[in-house]
């Protein structure tokens, strides 16, 4: 354990990368950049980082801000919910701790939208309190070095993992061990082809020593991917304003600015161009005309995959057209920065800038 602990950690004092979160031990930091780093590279994640704690420096700053303006500041991120969560989660820490972030296993891991995985990170990280903070990259690690052949797609399977940790942790740096772990999966222990010649648990490490590196971890339960034919709209006004709306405050992709769109059902494009003007009529009470197609493309979420067709065409109505329904908005072109798109639209928002799209 003693061999195991140092050579990680001697590794990690040598090898770990400059990154913005680590310049200090501030947990509202450390809890930012773990929300930020689920299901999102290392790279992607930096200039968000800096620019989210640019806007929001303090927990109290992101706690008491606009929606609107934390969602823009995390567009692009995607996973939505996990900043909404973070919102009300920092709001709960300044009004019911005072502003400090909790150092408690079951008051941190009471907040909104804080895992066992984020829990463990913050209080490992920041603290110094020796808790397991296992993601995939930890139990890719230590499958192999332990040569754990669990199903890691089980939720019990995590626990595993998590008592492994336990065991293995330095109590003397828990921070740099969670940390180490999590770099030598980013780095050395990857997911496919990894450098075990470079790896300094290379000795210690079970499924190097059986050949059997490249079979670990074992995921056998896999997410089946929903298909969803939609139908988008860039429809205008006579002033060349173009027509957007708020999606629901609940569920995928909630308070998200976008186009008009709808799932439809066929295979030719009339049923692509009913489904679209018949959601435009019954949401607005206005008439669309769809003029023609603009663009196809695709967007893949983890258990759905929109492929959405897209058209361009103008609103006519006897009715005046500044009689809009609640979250639904005319903009120009170069106002449609100023509102949070999901990916998916700021596709659409990219053909527009460039003159292919009206």
């Not at 001697?10 to 310049?23: C, F, G, I, S, V």
């Not at 957007?244 to 066929?266: D, Q």
Request: charge should be negative.
């Amino acid at each position: 354990m003693k061999q195991f602990q140092d050579h990680l950690l001697t590794w990690y004092d040598e090898n770990k990368r400059t990154l913005p979160w680590r310049e200090n031990q501030d947990p509202y930091r450390v809890w930012v950049s773990e929300i930020m780093l689920q299901q999102t590279r290392v790279d992607t994640v930096i200039p968000y980082f800096e620019r989210f704690t640019q806007l929001f420096p303090t927990l109290q700053d992101l706690a008491y801000a606009d929606e609107e303006k934390v969602l823009k500041a995390w567009e692009g991120l995607g996973y939505y919910s996990r900043v909404r969560n973070l919102q009300t989660a920092v709001k709960e820490v300044c009004e019911s701790y005072g502003g400090k972030v909790p150092n408690t296993p079951k008051e941190i891991a009471g907040l909104k939208g804080v895992g066992p995985y984020t829990a463990g990170a913050i209080l490992s990280i920041a603290y110094g309190i020796p808790e397991p903070a296992v993601d995939g990259n930890v139990m890719r690690v230590l499958s192999r070095i332990l040569l754990i052949e669990e199903d890691i797609s089980k939720p019990k399977t995590r626990v595993l993992f998590e008592k492994a940790v336990r065991e293995l942790i330095s109590h003397e740096d828990p921070s740099s061990f969670n940390q180490a772990l999590m770099e030598l999966g980013a780095l050395i222990c990857t997911p496919k082809s990894p450098a075990c010649l470079l790896c300094p648990m290379r000795e210690l490490c079970r499924g190097f020593e059986s050949g059997r590196q490249a079979e670990l971890p074992v995921k056998l339960g896999k997410t089946k991917v929903r298909k969803a034919k939609m139908t988008a709209g860039v429809l205008l006004n006579h002033d060349g304003e173009i027509l957007i709306h708020k999606r629901p405050s609940e569920g995928l992709l909630a308070n998200m600015w976008e186009f008009p769109n709808t799932e439809y059902v066929g295979e030719h494009k009339d049923a692509e161009i009913e489904a679209l003007v018949g959601y435009v009529q019954e949401q607005t009470n206005f008439g669309a005309v769809v003029e023609e197609k603009a663009g196809y493309i695709e967007h893949v979420f983890s258990h759905l995959k929109w492929e959405i067709q897209i058209w361009q065409g103008k609103i006519e109505s006897e009715d005046d057209l500044e009689q809009l329904p609640a979250d639904w908005k005319w903009v120009r072109v170069d106002e449609l920065e100023n509102y949070p798109f999901p990916v998916s639209h700021q596709k659409i928002i990219l053909l527009i800038k460039e003159a292919l799209i009206v």
